[in-house]
């Protein structure tokens, strides 16, 4: 080892395992600083994209009012967002950086000195607060300064791309006129009445094919057999002691509650003077105006005069005049703490007169279920102790105060009031338990708590056809009854059409095929059963064409009449031609009378020109800049550490 050439090897082996663990895990130090990409010589680093993916996924639990953890984040895609962000912002970066396109250090600063996150107590812009707030987030302030650079540099390039952009004017009339244009038409809904023959009873050859054929119809859902123990408040509300004085303080501290005085709904309209006062009353008892006018002339809406409920005391020196009205009207001119005024009173409310006597019942249920929640909150631990000790329900229910049970239990299904499947924290973990769960004690908002055992899984199954054969019979003739109102239709339809246009025939239709015959291909059974006499075939007359609607805007509303109705009539291409329209389990048959081609001259047709033509312009703003910057991801090279990715995924919860 003291060899000269022997040193020479081993100082080099030392040098190469030096440096080998030098590099090794060196990311670590500084918390994880391993890039997860980079577009051409942009890099991305993990801690961009972990805070990144965390305001895409606040953004979304703002939107939708639940939070989101970082596996739901995943499965919805909220990451991909996240990474598609900011692989755009880094192409724009690279492509800024290599045009040379900046912003100077002076703009930099006046974005940072506006911005509210770094103003001080004296409302202006604090350097200390700024360096503090950047430290909690883990931002170096080199690196915010940059990005705010970058952000406005990435903007010039983006306002430069799609300053050209703009909807074109055929596009905008051709939308217009798609979206303005209204219709004539009259529409009729076919029911069992307008068929030639009642719909005949199908034998059970029939109906047991029905019910094969639809087995999805007529299988029961999955149930779950559980045994649960549970306690609420309500269960020891009968067995809590409260004291009588206690209950005569709660009475007291609600006392508004129990006791109030008359109260009237009141608007007060404040005029300069008494004279000016006088002249608006006598103005409102000719009935040349009203409050609400006089309140408008000066720019003041309704919710600027509106006193609320108020008392006779509240309204001082105008208390009398307005308490002396029987029935709503208006009072005054009284003076009042701003000046001479009159007052609208708009409804009387009774006074409220409850003894302690009368509200002791319900006081007393009330703090009962109050000292009961805090029971059991105090038990709620003896209740974990024996469960974690090898307890069974059914001992907890002989050792405690809690009530054993069972159910057969499945999703869907409607819950009684008073039992434990009413409750949506029992129906969530009902839904999630498995056979090797060990019961737990849960808590009910409320205060009560329970724990579950799954004893058995009792799979979907098709109920025997004597258990349901009446629902079976009314599914059959409800499809049957709807399958002739189609038939129906369609021969009206045709003939309708036949009577505009001379010389076209209408061709048979199913709804001259006997019921059993057509019953039997669908279901694959030949048993007979009477046929059905075919539905008439003529052409309605006009006074048997239905109810008009005229003027009827796309995405209009008829009253009692499924949507698809109206939505259909616009899909209707010449007048004269009708439409069949199953919606809702409901046949219409509808008739294009007349197309009314889109305004668009005046005032409104021009603002829904240009609503339309911005819209146009956004949806292309986004087209051009997505197809930019993808171009722009192409042409500079991409690459992605999954890896790392991976690992701020992991982190991210």
Do not use: C
């Not at 990435?154 to 979206?179: D, F, H, N």
């Not at 056809?465 to 049957?480: K, P």
């Amino acid at each position: 080892m003291r060899g000269k050439g022997k040193s020479t090897i081993v100082w080099l082996l030392m040098g190469m395992l030096v440096l080998g663990l030098g590099g090794f895990g060196v990311t670590n130090f500084s918390g994880g600083t391993a890039d997860i990409g980079t577009v051409g010589d942009v890099s991305i680093s993990s801690q961009d994209y972990a805070r990144t993916l965390r305001a895409e996924m606040q953004d979304f639990s703002a939107r939708t009012g639940r939070q989101v953890t970082g596996a739901e984040a995943r499965t919805i895609g909220i990451d991909q967002a996240a990474l598609a962000r900011l692989y755009t912002g880094a192409a724009l970066e690279d492509e800024a950086n290599r045009l040379g396109v900046s912003v100077g250090d002076k703009a930099v600063a006046d974005q940072i000195t506006a911005s509210q996150a770094f103003r001080g107590m004296n409302g202006q812009f604090d350097r200390n607060v700024y360096a503090d707030v950047l430290k909690r987030e883990g931002i170096r302030e080199a690196e915010f300064e940059h990005d705010l650079r970058m952000d406005q540099a990435r903007l010039i390039l983006q306002q430069a791309v799609l300053a050209g952009v703009t909807a074109p004017e055929a596009v905008t009339a051709r939308s217009q006129g798609w979206l303005m244009e209204t219709r004539d038409i009259h529409w009729r809904e076919l029911t069992a009445a307008d068929l030639a023959a009642p719909i005949a009873t199908p034998d059970d050859a029939t109906l047991e094919a029905w019910h094969k054929a639809n087995a999805d119809r007529f299988t029961a859902p999955e149930i779950r057999k559980i045994t649960y123990v549970w306690l609420t408040p309500e269960m020891l509300e009968g067995e809590v002691e409260v004291d009588e004085q206690a209950l005569r303080d709660l009475y007291q501290s609600r006392i508004d509650e129990f006791q109030r005085p008359e109260r009237r709904m009141v608007e007060r309209l404040v005029f300069p003077t008494m004279a000016a006062a006088e002249e608006a009353k006598a103005r409102i008892d000719r009935g040349e105006t009203s409050i609400e006018a006089l309140a408008a002339e000066r720019g003041l809406s309704l919710n600027d005069i509106d006193l609320g409920e108020v008392t006779q005391a509240e309204l001082g020196a105008a208390g009398e005049a307005v308490f002396a009205l029987e029935q709503p009207g208006v009072a005054g001119p009284a003076s009042s703490d701003l000046g001479p005024a009159l007052f609208s009173m708009n409804a009387i409310l009774e006074p409220v007169n409850v003894p302690f006597e009368q509200a002791r019942a319900d006081l007393r249920i009330e703090a009962a279920v109050d000292r009961a929640r805090r029971v059991i909150e105090d038990k709620a631990g003896e209740f974990s102790d024996l469960l974690a000790g090898g307890a069974t329900l059914e001992d907890l229910a002989k050792e405690t105060e809690m009530k054993l049970g069972q159910i057969d239990w499945s999703a869907g299904a409607e819950a009684a009031p008073d039992s434990i499947d009413a409750y949506p924290e029992f129906r969530q973990h009902a839904a999630q338990a498995t056979e090797k769960d060990f019961p737990e004690l849960l808590t009910f908002d409320d205060g009560g708590v329970f724990a579950m055992r799954l004893d058995a899984i009792q799979p979907p199954a098709l109920i025997p056809f004597a258990e349901v054969r009446d629902r079976v019979a009314e599914d059959w003739t409800r499809n049957e009854t709807r399958r002739q109102l189609l038939a129906l239709a369609e021969e009206r339809k045709l003939a309708a059409e036949a009577a505009v246009a001379p010389g076209i025939e209408p061709a048979p239709t199913a709804a001259t095929v006997p019921v059993a015959q057509a019953v039997g291909a669908a279901v694959g059974n030949t048993a007979t059963t009477p046929p059905a006499a075919p539905p008439e075939a003529a052409a309605p007359p006009a006074a048997d064409r239905g109810t008009p609607e005229t003027n009827l805007a796309r995405g209009g509303f008829i009253n009692g009449v499924p949507q698809d109705v109206v939505a259909q009539a616009f899909q209707i291409k010449e007048p004269g031609d009708a439409e069949v329209v199953d919606a809702d389990g409901r046949v219409f048959l509808v008739t294009l009378d007349k197309i009314h081609p889109a305004a668009t001259e005046g005032d409104e047709a021009s603002q829904i020109r240009d609503g339309i033509s911005a819209r146009l312009v956004d949806s292309l703003h986004q087209d051009v800049f997505d197809y930019f910057s993808r171009a722009l991801q192409a042409q500079s090279g991409t690459t992605i550490n999954q890896t790392a990715v991976d690992a701020v995924n992991a982190q991210v919860q």
